[in-house]
């Protein structure tokens, strides 16, 4: 039976895996208001999967919920651990997901000393064992790696066809190495390298390419560019639960608060991290706000309510009193305060 990457149309736009963003709440709103063609869960320790006691894999297992209209939707695991992979990958086999993903690029430092994420890059053997290990456990699904180019310096040569020696049937490749972090641009020309090499090694694996999308014009322009079969967008999300959206109208046609003498243009060209977003009213960013604040809460009790200020910095931007009302939001603790204060902003704002 084909996998779901062996079907998708192309070119398609993927979720990209990022702790306390694309939480089971988040998913569900890109869901409703702009569905992705993959969504991603966050990361997850396999480690934790097999090993933590009862409380600790309750929470991890929390970061595994999902609903149905999320699909596809594919896990991240993280592991060097071949024992602990295989039963994590089984267990999100059985929990119903399309597919699994392993993490072989967070710089992070706690990560990197459990030998994962970006350290798997110093380790192309260990790597190989690992999705060996997800095979094993998850027979039936696909397994796809997601990682960077190079460790301190581009080893795409080296490192890339020791993973697609493996068949994952996915390879996302975030266009920097380690060291450059997110400091310097995404190099979508590595994307064309990997693409070169996969149709080389292993013509059956999907490239997706991620770094630095703004749009989903932008991601097709570098789809364009590269030759990737999809792209994968990450902190353009943030607060954006219309990102996917493909039926976006002209921007900023349908603004309805007064601008106090401001010149709208000049409000929505100031707001440059966001170029796809303008189309929606200010009500209706505010009504989505809410709304998410709300299924936070319900859907992730454990979570700390500030994982929600990350969207709000970028819910409540680029209008008159924005950063005022943003102020407001960064102290409230919960959807109920959240909510006063927005309906007060409103109150004040609104011509009617
Ligand atoms: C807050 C945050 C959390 C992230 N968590 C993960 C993660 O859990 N797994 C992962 O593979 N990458 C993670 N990443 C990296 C993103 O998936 C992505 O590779 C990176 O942000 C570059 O894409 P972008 O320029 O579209 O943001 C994270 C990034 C951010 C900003």
């Known amino acids: 039976m084909k996998n779901f990457w062996q079907t998708i149309p192309k070119p398609f736009f993927v979720v990209a895996p990022m702790a306390d963003v694309t939480d089971a709440a988040f998913r569900r709103m890109l869901a409703t208001y702009g569905k992705p063609d993959v969504m991603w869960t966050e990361f997850v320790s396999a480690d934790g999967l097999a090993l933590a006691p009862e409380e600790g894999r309750k929470k991890l297992l929390a970061d595994l919920i999902y609903d149905d209209e999320e699909r596809p939707i594919v896990a991240q695991l993280f592991s060097s651990n071949e024992d602990h992979m295989e039963a994590a990958a089984r267990l999100c086999a059985e929990l119903g997901f399309d597919g699994i993903d392993i993490n072989m690029g967070c710089p992070d430092r706690s990560i990197e000393k459990q030998g994962c ?5 110093k380790t192309p053997h260990v790597a190989k064992k690992i999705i060996q290990a997800a095979k094993r456990g998850a027979p039936n699904l696909p397994i796809s790696v997601k990682t960077r180019a190079g460790y301190n ?44 090499l996969r149709d080389e090694i292993s013509p059956e694996t999907v490239i997706i390419g991620n770094g630095d999308v703004l749009s989903l014009e932008d991601a097709r ?13 990450g902190r353009a999300l943030f607060g954006n639960p219309w990102f996917f959206n493909k039926n976006q109208s002209l921007p900023h046609q349908l603004h309805t608060l007064p601008t106090h003498g401001v010149d709208r243009e000049k409000i929505i060209s100031a707001d440059t991290s966001r170029s796809d977003i303008e ?46 009302l943003r102020g407001q939001l960064m102290e409230q603790s919960d959807p109920a305060g959240v909510e006063a204060v927005v309906h007060e902003f409103l109150r004040l704002n609104s011509t009617n």
Not at 285 to 293: A, D, F, G, K, Y
Request: charged letters at 25%.
């Open 153 to 196: 310096e581009d080893e795409i040569a080296t490192w890339i066809p020791a993973l697609l020696k493996e068949r994952p049937a996915a390879l996302t490749l975030h266009a920097r190495t380690r060291k450059e972090m997110s400091k310097v641009p995404a190099d979508w020309n590595r994307v064309a390298r990997v693409v070169a």
């Open 221 to 233: 322009q570098k789809i364009t560019q590269s030759g990737a079969d999809g792209a994968m967008v």
């Open 279 to 324: 189309y929606i009213t200010i009500e209706e960013r505010l009504r989505v706000l809410i709304e998410h604040s709300k299924l936070f809460v319900e859907l992730l009790p454990h979570k700390s309510f500030n994982v929600m200020k990350k969207h709000y910095k970028a819910y409540v931007n680029g209008f008159p009193n924005a950063a005022q």
């Open 117 to 121: 994420g970006s350290a798997m890059i």
